[in-house]
DNA sequence: TTCCGACTGGGACGACCGTCCCAGTCGCAG
DNA sequence: CTGCGACTGGGACGGTCGTCCCAGTCGGAA
């Protein structure tokens, strides 16, 4: 409604794109729907972007940069109490916990990014729109991965590029995991295993005390849920 | 051309709605186009089937059973000699690595399932096939997990439905990561990880010994790349 | 008041989509 | 030889797609 700047409504076009995206997919989003759910005549769709495929592009570009304060309770500042949770065992579980909480909340959200990224891996020409946007997933889960090293002390044992990446292919696979089964307490098991996982990444196992250790001695399971000895 | 049974259309069919879902996206396979791949008449497709969505059913119905050998080196039978790999470590690294290898001889199988996956996964009436389908993957993962578990004896500290399900999470993620960055020593190194993740669902970390650890003393990455002190 | 840029309405285009139809061909089992 | 089932060719349908066009409205800056 707003009649100065393009740009909103570009911005409108894109929130709108995303929506249906996530509701139905990327083929749900053709530029009537998308102008339609803007509440904008299709003629404002090409006024505003010059093809469909231009606002793919951007709407791939953009999108990520939306949703980091999602990913984790603010790794990124500095303003980050290290008495609250010492261990980096703790932080990936705080962290990987949070995600999947952000997911739960807004299941369409994550829908959406990973239906764009099958999207673009698709073709070829789409493709760099893909590594794009991750590349900033990379980025974001890096500065994570720093803020937990440099207050926790943790060594890894290999670089933190690595890590981070490693962190990113462990929030798909939960991500995934979440919209295949929309289960809520089976997918924060994951993230419990995936905290796991990823301090298994340090250097030391003393790095880290798994504080959900089952009775000492010699437990776990072995055969079927029932046998835990 | 061999013109008796029904069944082999549609599997012939089938098989060219993959390879073209493979090279360039759902939205790609079209009736005509399926058809064309399958070297058959348009006419021929509404032959076979009712419509294209029961083919896309089926093909995701079937399209897993067709791959479980490539997922790793036969765990589900038992002829499996127990010397070569004495380590459940170990064998969690052949594991993830021949997977990863498959991935890199045939980009575009796993780029066909995880599109189909995502595809039903959009749309509330088509999810359950990607539920079905996941069904078969955690089957697949937990008789590799059984296997394992038997020969090496390990402990693990949650069902094995869970590590199960944990290791079709670490799957995934190396898919995506695969399929976005398309660099294979990366991803060999995520498989490097993964392993060590999924020991690290085991009770105690005696039960694993990472052959990788870098030298003794105090080692490990704590910032860029080059310190490595 | 003028002007510009944002936006609308509606129509139109060529192309492709899924689906249906039907007369006709061909190979093999009976 | 007959029949049946697999398959073809082509045409056709109603619908939706992305894109373009254009005359016209309207708000605010000049």
Do not use: C
């Given at each position: ?188 098991r994951?993230?419990d295993a995936?905290?796991r ?12 005390d798994y504080d959900t250790l089952p009775e000492p001695g010699l437990p776990g399971y072995r055969?079927?849920e029932g046998e835990e000895r």
């Amino acid at each position: 409604m707003a009649h100065h700047p393009v740009s909103e409504t570009r911005a409108a076009l894109i929130r709108a794109a995303l929506a249906i995206i996530g509701r139905d997919g990327v083929e749900a989003a053709t530029t009537r729907a998308i102008a339609a759910e803007a509440g904008l005549a299709l003629a404002s769709f090409h006024y505003a972007f010059r093809s469909r495929d231009e606002l793919m592009a951007e709407l791939i570009r953009t999108a990520v940069d939306e949703e980091d304060n999602a990913i984790s309770p603010g790794y990124a500042d500095e303003s980050f109490d290290p008495a609250t949770a010492p261990t980096a065992y703790q932080h990936a579980q705080i962290a990987f916990h949070a995600y999947v909480d952000s997911l739960i909340a807004d299941p369409d959200r994550e829908k959406a990014m990973l239906a764009l990224t099958m999207w673009a891996v698709a073709k070829a020409e789409t493709r760099p729109l893909a590594a794009i946007q991750y590349s900033k997933y990379d980025t974001l889960a890096r500065s994570a991965v720093e803020a937990v090293t440099a207050l926790t002390g943790v060594r890894w044992r290999m670089p933190l590029d690595e890590v981070s990446r490693f962190v990113v292919v462990l929030s798909d696979g939960i991500t995934l995991s979440w919209l295949i089964h929309n289960d809520a307490e089976q997918t924060h098991r994951m993230a419990d295993a995936a905290a796991r996982a990823l301090l298994a990444q340090a250097v030391s196992p003393g790095d880290y005390d798994y504080d959900t250790l089952p009775e000492p001695g010699l437990p776990g399971y072995r055969a079927d849920e029932g046998e835990e000895r």
